[in-house]
T-cell receptor, first 116, second 114 residues
Framework: AQSVAQPEDQVNVAEGNPLTVKCTYS??????LFWYVQYPNRGLQFLLK??????LVKGSYGFEAEFNKSQTSFHLKKPSALVSDSALYFC??????????????FGTGTLLAVQP | EAGVTQSPTHLIKTRGQQATLRCSPI?????VYWYQQALGLGLQFLLW???????NRGNFPPRFSGRQFPNYSSELNVNALELEDSALYLC?????????????FGPGTRLTVL
């Protein structure tokens, strides 16, 4: 079965420093991986995705993610954190394509706290 | 382009009552997904509708049901409400036309069961 893991419940970083939010995956076949962000009392906002091609994926708000097949990881990164980046971040994998489900399977989420 | 909309924003019910949540997908999207985000349980897949048909459901009891209308909007119905049904219910839409299309989420409906 497809799954993703976010090993850190919370990541703390100072404003201006680089940030990394970790995600590892377990899939059969080619992975379709996604990052979403959730601000308090809001829905999920799409940040970026990896389907195929270049291992470095660029997304919204200056975020990027690196797909590493050998380490089965898809870590979210940003060169310089902003206080406004403070939110809950979810990694997700699509459960198949064009098949029986197509649902997203989410990690448990990582709370990013950026200190001024 | 309008995003996914959900109504109501908040819903307060008592145990045993029924709740109806509504979702309108992005124009052109035929697939609607429902997810439950309950405290301590994370985001769990509930239901998937496409072209008016239920395509898949998650590990939830039958009192969670729904439908998709000809205009692709969707309803989620929860019967015989229990306290543990209190959660944020998120609707997402996507088009299956392209490989790897992301799901776009609405703002959610906060259901509180007293």
């Amino acid at each position: 079965a497809q799954s993703v893991a976010q090993p850190e419940d919370q990541v703390n970083v100072a404003e201006g420093n680089p940030l990394t939010v970790k995600c590892t995956y377990s899939v059969s076949g080619n992975p379709y991986l996604f990052w979403y962000v959730q601000y308090p009392n809001r829905g999920l906002q799409f940040l970026l995705k990896y389907i195929t091609g270049d291992n470095l994926v660029k997304g919204s708000y200056g975020f990027e993610a690196e797909f590493n097949k050998s380490q089965t990881s898809f870590h979210l990164k940003k060169p310089s954190a902003l206080v406004s980046d403070s939110a809950l971040y979810f990694c997700a994998v699509r459960d198949g394509y064009g098949g029986a489900t197509n649902k997203l399977i989410f990690g448990t989420g990582t709370l990013l706290a950026v200190q001024p | 382009e309008a995003g996914v909309t959900q109504s109501p924003t908040h819903l307060i019910k008592t145990r045993g009552q029924q709740a109806t949540l509504r979702c309108s997908p992005i124009s052109g999207h035929t697939s609607v997904y429902w997810y439950q985000q309950a405290l301590g349980l994370g985001l769990q897949f509930l239901l998937w509708y496409d072209e008016g048909e239920e395509r898949n459901r998650g590990n939830f009891p039958p009192r969670f049901s729904g439908r998709q209308f000809p205009n692709y909007s969707s309803e989620l119905n929860v019967n015989a409400l229990e306290l543990e049904d209190s959660a944020l219910y998120l609707c997402a839409s996507t088009s299956l036309a392209s490989v790897g299309d992301e799901q776009f989420f609405g703002p959610g409906t906060r259901l509180t069961v007293l």
